[in-house]
């Protein structure tokens, strides 16, 4: 298993499932769109956006950043269609942030499952050359869907974190946020390049991290 295959199948696992949440929460509130559309799948080719799922995850690696962020192409959904509106949408947003955190937790029990074994001599020395690269695999899949969790409750539109402030917000406000949307990823990007993203993130990551691997 190569060092890349580490870092990037549990990096398309978290952008995948995190989209497949959203196409499922629309489809319970009302939307069927991202059904009809094919979107909720687990074939990745449907999924994946050139930049967000490729080029940005690869640069970032080959750059040796201290986390890897992507994403997979955003699901369609129709707020006129969904019950509850404007708050509706914050809950099709908040799906895909949850999706992340389960998938750390699932991720740090396969972790900790692991390492119990090894120390506990349940697995053969002659397994090893399997369980280290699964264990390492389990620990930066939780590290990978806690900071997918993380960045995409930022509250700038489009991320998930904007979403669900214009859906809990008083309309005005609500609307002011919105607009923010046209300059979200711009706003992303130089948060990234300019990485002042450590200074928010990094806090609240090194704290959960501790609390499922520690």
């Given at each position: ?6 870092y ?61 962020f992507?994403w ?71 590290a ?19 979403r ?36 928010f993130i ?8 501790s609390?499922?691997?520690g």
């Open positions: 298993m190569t060092q890349a295959g580490i990037f199948l549990p990096l398309l696992i978290g952008v995948i499932l995190h989209e497949i949440a959203h196409g499922w929460a629309a489809e319970r509130l009302g939307d069927p769109t991202a059904r009809l559309a094919g979107r909720i799948s687990l074939n990745p080719l449907v999924h994946i956006d050139p930049f967000g799922t490729i080029f940005l995850p690869l640069f970032l690696f080959l750059m040796n950043a201290p986390f890897l992507g997979a192409k955003p699901v369609p959904v129709r707020q006129d269609l969904l019950v509850g509106g404007r708050k509706g949408m914050a809950k099709v947003a908040l799906a895909g942030p949850l999706t992340n955190l389960m998938l750390a937790a699932a991720s740090s029990l396969i972790y900790h499952g692991l390492v119990w074994a090894v120390h506990g001599s349940i697995i053969g020395k002659g397994s090893m050359w399997l369980i280290e690269p699964l264990i390492l695999m389990a620990g930066t899949s939780v990978i869907n806690l900071v997918l969790m993380i960045v995409n409750l930022v509250p700038v539109p489009p991320l998930d974190g904007g669900i402030l214009v859906g809990i917000l008083p309309e005005e406000m609500a609307m002011a946020v919105a607009k923010l949307e046209r300059y979200g990823m711009f706003i992303i990007l130089l948060l990234i390049v300019t990485n002042l993203w450590s200074y990094t806090p609240v990551l090194d704290a959960l991290l609390f499922f691997l």
